[in-house]
């Protein structure tokens, strides 16, 4: 399924068109209900704990609370005071199935956390500002005691204690198992330290009116089959000269490997013929690999009238990146820019046919902030980017953002194997393959990301954390057949 990515303001967005049309009633129980239903199957039987704050957050949890006392499971219910309409009319359908609402204290959790099976958290969700106060901070401790003694704890929407938007935890949040989404997914549950405290997520998808969940969200997560669907399909009459003509320009002296990486991920991905043009002498990686060597490859560059489908810029090419660059750049042919080609003074001289690949302190260096700063939400760093630089931006990560003129998507998947050098240079040339197949730049760097994630995902079942980028290349192709079903679409 294709997942949307929510800020807090496109939830309260949402929620305010709920409400106007009368069915923000209807989408809280069904929200319970998604959450009632993962609690029942991890607490297979067992006593379930739900605790319910004050906002709409605590009216998911009341709602969860009656289908479980329904169903008739055991439920325990603490919550605060209610300050949201439809969260106190739960409350009082709640006591109409006999459930007694408990005082939320940190006393009282860890009371009714001995012996219940699973926690439910349901005390902040979008609504949250941080930083936490004293009193929530204290029932979040007693939550994460409970947890260490054994308890499972669901969060809805988001551990308690995060805040929606950001990679970096504000201070001590709930620590889950599992989370339950409504509509989609949050940042926090997507980047860094923040996902890690939100354990296994799973969305609740609503029923909506169409295109209501479209309109607000921040990005979107596409599913596989989107993705295959963008990688493309040959002819049984294909031959080299229609699977694309790839030039990785980079390998200064002493800094060949990167641009021959470069070179292997895009055969690899399907490149019908790839040069290296290089000012180094660069050692025999694979036969198939062309290299030629230039004395000045700036100034050849510059006056040759030869031209390729795609081409990737700034592999190992060191000073003067910024140079050739631009000039590739001045042929408006499909294009990534990588490494020693990311530089700021190239700010607007992007093209719709480019696409730029920064890893986190690279984007940093381009945006003229620290790698904190890009890390801790790279949604709007990658968006940043984009608007500075034009074309489309892949801020590479675990996972990657693909900032396009249209948007925003988060890529799935990959391995934490794949947390080692040489990896960014594959996947330059991956996407140049792709460029070099007639891919939009949005498509290929989209298509490229995933099927090197999914490469990744196939090695590091092989070498684990001892995954090289070579390793990540000889996997490309069964990472396309993995996406594709086999066969792709009529090869
Ligand atoms: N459209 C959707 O997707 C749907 C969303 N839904 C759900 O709505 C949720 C959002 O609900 P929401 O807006 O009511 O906010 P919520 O997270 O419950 O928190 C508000 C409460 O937090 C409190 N509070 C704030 N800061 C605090 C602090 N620092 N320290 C301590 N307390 C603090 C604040 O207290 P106050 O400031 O008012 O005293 C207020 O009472 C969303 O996460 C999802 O679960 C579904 O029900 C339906 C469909
Ligand atoms: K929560």
């Not at 990534?336 to 730029?356: F, I, K, M, S, T």
């Amino acid at each position: 399924m294709t997942e949307f990515v929510f800020r807090p303001a496109g939830v309260a967005a949402l929620d305010a068109r709920l409400e106007a049309a009368g069915l923000l009633d209807p989408a809280m129980e069904e929200v319970g209900r998604a959450v009632a239903e993962a609690a029942q199957g991890l607490a297979g039987g067992g006593p379930v704990l739900l605790l319910a704050g004050s906002g709409a957050n605590g009216g998911d949890a009341l709602v969860a609370a009656r289908y479980l006392a329904g169903w008739g499971a055991e439920v325990r219910v603490l919550a605060a005071p209610s300050r949201h309409a439809l969260t106190r009319l739960n409350r009082e359908r709640l006591a109409a199935f006999g459930v007694e609402v408990g005082e939320l204290t940190p006393g009282a959790v860890t009371r009714e956390a001995w012996g219940s099976v699973v926690l439910v958290d349901g005390l902040l969700g979008t609504g949250f500002q941080p930083p936490l106060r004293l009193e929530l901070a204290a029932v979040v401790e007693a939550v994460n005691a409970a947890r260490g003694a054994g308890t499972r704890v669901l969060a809805i929407d988001l551990p308690s204690g995060l805040d929606a938007t950001s990679a970096v935890p504000p201070g001590e949040s709930v620590r889950a198992d599992v989370t339950v989404a409504p509509v989609g997914l949050k940042p926090a549950l997507l980047f860094g330290e923040a996902a890690t405290r939100a354990g296994e997520v799973r969305v609740a998808a609503l029923a909506l009116p169409p295109d209501w969940a479209a309109g607000e969200a921040w990005a979107t997560r596409p599913d596989d089959a989107a993705v295959a669907a963008l990688l493309p399909v040959r002819r049984a009459d294909a031959h080299k000269g229609t699977a694309g003509d790839v030039w990785i320009v980079g390998g200064a002296p002493g800094m060949v490997g990167a641009a021959a990486l470069a070179g292997l991920g895009a055969l690899r991905a399907g490149a019908g013929r790839v040069t290296l043009h290089s000012g180094a002498e660069v050692p025999l990686v694979t036969p198939e690999l062309m290299v030629r060597r230039h004395g000045d490859p700036g100034g050849w560059l510059a006056g040759t009238g030869e031209r390729p489908d795609a081409v990737a810029v700034g592999m190992g090419l060191g000073p003067g990146a910024a140079g050739l660059a631009r000039t590739v750049l001045g042929w408006g042919l499909p294009t990534v820019l990588d490494a020693d080609a990311l530089q700021p003074e190239l700010a607007g001289a992007g093209h719709d046919r480019c696409v730029w690949t920064p890893h986190p302190g690279e984007a940093a260096r381009l945006l003229g902030v620290g790698t904190a700063e890009v890390t801790r939400d790279p949604l709007t760093a990658a968006r940043g980017l984009q608007e500075r630089f034009g074309g489309v931006v892949v801020l590479k990560g675990g996972p990657s953002v693909i900032a396009h003129p249209g948007g925003r998507w988060v890529s799935r998947g990959g391995h934490p194997g794949m947390a080692s050098a040489g990896m960014g240079d594959t996947l330059a040339g991956v996407i140049a393959a792709l460029l070099g197949q007639g891919l939009s730049a949005a498509d290929a760097a989209l298509a490229g990301v995933r099927l090197h994630a999914r490469a990744g995902e196939r090695a590091g079942i092989r070498h684990g954390y001892g995954l090289t980028a070579t390793d990540v290349s000889a996997q490309l192709g069964g990472a396309w057949l993995d996406l594709t079903g086999g066969a792709g679409r009529g090869c």
